[in-house]
C-alpha cells in the first residue's frame, strides 16, 4: 500500500474541510435568504381579516387630492365585510380641490356604509369639509374645529427685486394670463378675477355646511368667517353632533346603525408601506433637504387652499 505523504495528507484534508465548509456557507446562505424573504413577506403584507371589520380611513396633515385613495373608497364600498367606516381626522386643511374630492368620496361611501368621523386635535377648513361628508360627527372638548373658508395667497417682491436690481417682463396671451405676477400688488382685474374665483368656492363651501348639518344658510355663513372654535363651542354651534372619540365613534356605530358589538377596527388608509418603499422615501427626503425643505411636514401649496394656518406654516 502506497504511503500518502504527510504534506499531501494535510492539503487533502484541507480541501476536503474546505468543500464542507463551503456547503454549510452555501446552506446557511439560502436559509438566510428564505428568511430574509419570509421576513419581508410578513413586514409589507397587507393585513386582513377573516370576517366583518370596521374600516379606518386616517387624514393626517395637509389635504390634497389622491388617487391612490380613490381606489381604496371604491375598494370600501364594494367589499361586504367592511360594515362600516371611521374617519379619524386630525389636519389643518388643504387644496379646496382635495377636500372637495374626500367629501364627494365620504358622500358616496355613507350611501353604502355607516361612516362616522372623529376629530382629533384638529379638524379644520378643507378637513372639517371631509367630515361633514360622514353621517356623524365626534370631536374632543379641546379639539380645533372650524375655519370654514377658502384663501389665495399672494406675495409681492417688487421692493425687494428693485433693490436688488432684478426686472422682470413677459409676454402673454391675454391681461390676465399668469397674473398676478410676484412682482407687482394684486389689484384691478387681476383681484378681481381671484376674487371671484374663491367666492365661487366658498358659496359651494358654505352650501354643503348648511345642507350636511341642517342648519340656515345664514347661520351657517355666519360660521364661516374663518374661525376656529373648540369642539365644545363646535357642538353648541352644531357644527358637530357629539363630544368624543373612536371609543365613542363605535358605540354610536353599535347602537345607532345596528353594526355588531366588539368588531376589529382595520386601518384602510394609509396603506403600509410595499415592498422597499423606504428606498423612495429616503430619496423624497434627500430632496427635500436638497431644496432647503424640512426633511418632514408640509410643503407651502399653490393655488387655490382651505387652509386653516399658524405662523407661516400651511
Same mark, same amino acid.
Given at each position: 500500500?502506497?504511503?500518502?505523504?504527510? !504534506?499531501?495528507?494535510?492539503?487533502?484534508?484541507?480541501? /476536503?474541510?474546505?468543500?464542507?465548509?463551503?456547503?454549510?456557507?452555501?446552506?446557511?446562505?439560502?436559509?438566510?435568504?428564505?428568511?430574509?424573504?419570509?421576513?419581508?413577506?410578513?413586514?409589507?403584507?397587507?393585513?386582513?381579516?377573516?370576517?366583518?371589520?370596521?374600516?379606518?380611513?386616517?387624514?393626517?396633515?395637509?389635504? !390634497?387630492?389622491?388617487?391612490?385613495?380613490?381606489?381604496?373608497?371604491?375598494?370600501?364600498?364594494?367589499?361586504?365585510?367592511?360594515?362600516?367606516?371611521?374617519?379619524?381626522?386630525?389636519?389643518?386643511?388643504?387644496?379646496?380641490?382635495?377636500?372637495?374630492?374626500?367629501?364627494?368620496?365620504?358622500?358616496?361611501?355613507?350611501?353604502?356604509?355607516?361612516?362616522?368621523?372623529?376629530?382629533?386635535?384638529?379638524?379644520?377648513?378643507?378637513?372639517?369639509?371631509?367630515?361633514? @361628508?360622514?353621517?356623524?360627527? %365626534?370631536?374632543?372638548?379641546?379639539?380645533?374645529?372650524? !375655519?370654514?373658508?377658502?384663501?389665495?395667497?399672494?406675495?409681492?417682491?417688487?421692493?425687494?427685486?428693485?433693490?436688488?436690481?432684478?426686472?422682470?417682463?413677459?409676454?402673454?396671451?391675454?391681461?390676465?394670463?399668469?397674473?398676478?405676477?410676484?412682482?407687482?400688488?394684486?389689484? @384691478?382685474?387681476?383681484?378681481?378675477?381671484?376674487?371671484?374665483?374663491?367666492?365661487?368656492? %366658498?358659496?359651494?363651501?358654505? /352650501?354643503?355646511?348648511?345642507?350636511?348639518?341642517?342648519?340656515?344658510?345664514?347661520?351657517?355663513?355666519?360660521?364661516?368667517?374663518?374661525?376656529?372654535?373648540?369642539?365644545?363651542?363646535?357642538?353648541?354651534?352644531?357644527?358637530?353632533?357629539?363630544? @368624543?372619540?373612536?371609543?365613542?365613534?363605535?358605540?354610536?356605530?353599535? !347602537?345607532?346603525?345596528?353594526?355588531?358589538?366588539?368588531?376589529?377596527?382595520?386601518?384602510?388608509?394609509?396603506?403600509?408601506?410595499?415592498? %422597499?418603499?423606504?428606498?423612495?422615501?429616503?430619496?423624497?427626503?434627500?430632496?427635500?433637504?436638497?431644496?432647503?425643505?424640512?426633511?418632514?411636514?408640509?410643503?407651502?401649496?399653490?393655488?387655490?387652499?382651505?387652509?386653516?394656518?399658524?405662523?407661516?406654516?400651511?
Amino acid at each position: 500500500m502506497t504511503q500518502i505523504p504527510p !504534506s499531501q495528507a494535510h492539503e487533502a484534508l484541507a480541501a /476536503d474541510t474546505f468543500r464542507r465548509s463551503r456547503g454549510r456557507w452555501r446552506i446557511f446562505a439560502l436559509v438566510a435568504a428564505v428568511a430574509v424573504v419570509l421576513a419581508l413577506f410578513g413586514r409589507f403584507a397587507k393585513p386582513s381579516a377573516t370576517g366583518d371589520i370596521i374600516a379606518r380611513i386616517t387624514i393626517d396633515g395637509t389635504i !390634497s387630492t389622491n388617487a391612490a385613495r380613490q381606489k381604496v373608497f371604491s375598494r370600501l364600498i364594494e367589499d361586504d365585510k367592511v360594515k362600516a367606516v371611521i374617519v379619524a381626522i386630525n389636519s389643518p386643511g388643504g387644496t379646496t380641490a382635495g377636500g372637495e374630492e374626500l367629501y364627494e368620496s365620504l358622500r358616496r361611501l355613507s350611501a353604502e356604509k355607516p361612516t362616522v368621523s372623529v376629530i382629533n386635535e384638529l379638524g379644520a377648513s378643507a378637513a372639517y369639509m371631509t367630515a361633514i @361628508g360622514t353621517d356623524h360627527i %365626534f370631536a374632543r372638548r379641546l379639539s380645533i374645529v372650524g !375655519s370654514i373658508g377658502v384663501l389665495y395667497q399672494h406675495v409681492n417682491a417688487g421692493k425687494l427685486l428693485d433693490t436688488i436690481g432684478i426686472d422682470l417682463d413677459k409676454v402673454a396671451s391675454g391681461p390676465l394670463k399668469a397674473e398676478p405676477d410676484f412682482n407687482e400688488p394684486l389689484d @384691478g382685474a387681476p383681484r378681481a378675477s381671484l376674487a371671484a374665483l374663491v367666492e365661487d368656492s %366658498f358659496v359651494w363651501f358654505v /352650501d354643503i355646511v348648511a345642507e350636511r348639518r341642517n342648519i340656515p344658510r345664514p347661520t351657517a355663513l355666519a360660521l364661516a368667517d374663518g374661525r376656529i372654535v373648540t369642539g365644545r363651542v363646535a357642538l353648541e354651534n352644531q357644527l358637530i353632533d357629539a363630544l @368624543g372619540g373612536e371609543t365613542e365613534a363605535i358605540a354610536w356605530l353599535e !347602537s345607532e346603525k345596528g353594526v355588531t358589538e366588539d368588531l376589529p377596527v382595520i386601518s384602510a388608509w394609509p396603506l403600509p408601506d410595499e415592498g %422597499f418603499g423606504w428606498v423612495g422615501q429616503l430619496l423624497g427626503g434627500s430632496a427635500r433637504a436638497a431644496l432647503g425643505l424640512p426633511a418632514e411636514g408640509p410643503v407651502m401649496l399653490d393655488g387655490l387652499v382651505s387652509l386653516w394656518q399658524v405662523g407661516t406654516n400651511p
